[in-house]
């Protein structure tokens, strides 16, 4: 069990409409004893914030015992309709989209490679940044395993450049493919950071950020800390990826990210013997989550045994077959994901 356990408890309940996630200071699990500092919004509410603390708790069978303390600490007030934190703007980047998903296994990195494809194809200069530091993909999807990154004179990291887009992925600074990333907190918060502040982007349109699956530490510290133009979330219609990307949803909300859509992957598959299409998954959920969250579908791509191979391959399928249905998918999606953005 992780901390990102404990935090996911913490943020599905609330009190007095803050949600305790919300409130956390600072968090340790020692053995099986975990220690909470909050941030205590309001005097005389700490028996509650330790029962509601208890009772978050209780399903996670790794934790024995939970030690709570307070730190008075009134946040100021943030101004109408701002953000309540500091965000640093990347610099040289006009438009940063995260791309994210309530669990993995979804296609959030194929979507993220195939996207930054279609909107670079489009037009415009872009960027891809692989921050899924658990199973970074983007090398392997865009052709680029095994390649390792340098630096210029300023000591910023220098991108590798792929079909015409920028990429950099945690990957190209592990030493083999089966390194596991163990990093935790600080250490991985200060990779991930320098991976946005600390490279020569240039100038770009679009930097696309394909987030670690989840609601985890790492996507709320970056939500925090890093100005976005706004947010994707790729789900499949399946009930479980359902679930899970509401979660996705919430997050950014809870954050103030504006999410600009969802898209729906592995939405049908059409038959290649007869052209029928097939709602595999089942059809209308993805719509009925959407106008239930007030979300716009941005697109709904098929399951495409290409799209799948073209990525093993390292030659996305926007790169390989801009023609196939998917592909169409992606530039549509990309088309408008470029008008939303572009008339904020
Ligand atoms: P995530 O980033 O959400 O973990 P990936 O992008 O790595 O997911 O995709 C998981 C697997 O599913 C990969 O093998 C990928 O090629 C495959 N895949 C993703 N989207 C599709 C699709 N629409 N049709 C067929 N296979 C897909």
Known sequence: MAVKDVMDALRDMT????????????????????????????????????????????????????KVRFVEDVPAQPVMGAPAFTRRKVPGIKHLIAVGSGKGGVGKSTVSANLALALSKLGYRVGLLDADIYGPSIPTIMGVKGERVSVDENNRIIPIEKYGIKLLSIGFLLPSEDTPVIWRGPMLMKALTQFLFDVNWGELDYLVLDLPPGTG???????????????????????VALADVKKAVAMFKEVQIPVLGVIENMAYFICPDSGKKYYIFGKGKVAEFASAYGLKILGSIPVDPELSQTSDLGKPVVESHPDSDSARAFFSIAKLISDITERR
Do not use: C, F
Request: charged content about 35%; glycine content about 6%; overall charge negative.
């Open 15 to 66: 009190i007095e409409n803050t949600r305790l996630s919300e409130l956390v200071k600072d968090i340790k699990l020692i053995g099986k004893t975990l220690e909470i500092v909050y941030r205590l919004p309001k005097k005389g509410l700490e028996e509650d914030i330790v029962e509601r603390t208890r009772e978050a708790l209780e399903r996670l069978a790794d934790v024995e015992d939970v």
């Open 217 to 239: 530490d790492v996507q709320l510290t970056l939500a925090q800390n890093v100005h976005m133009g706004g947010a994707v979330v790729v789900t499949t219609p399946q009930d």
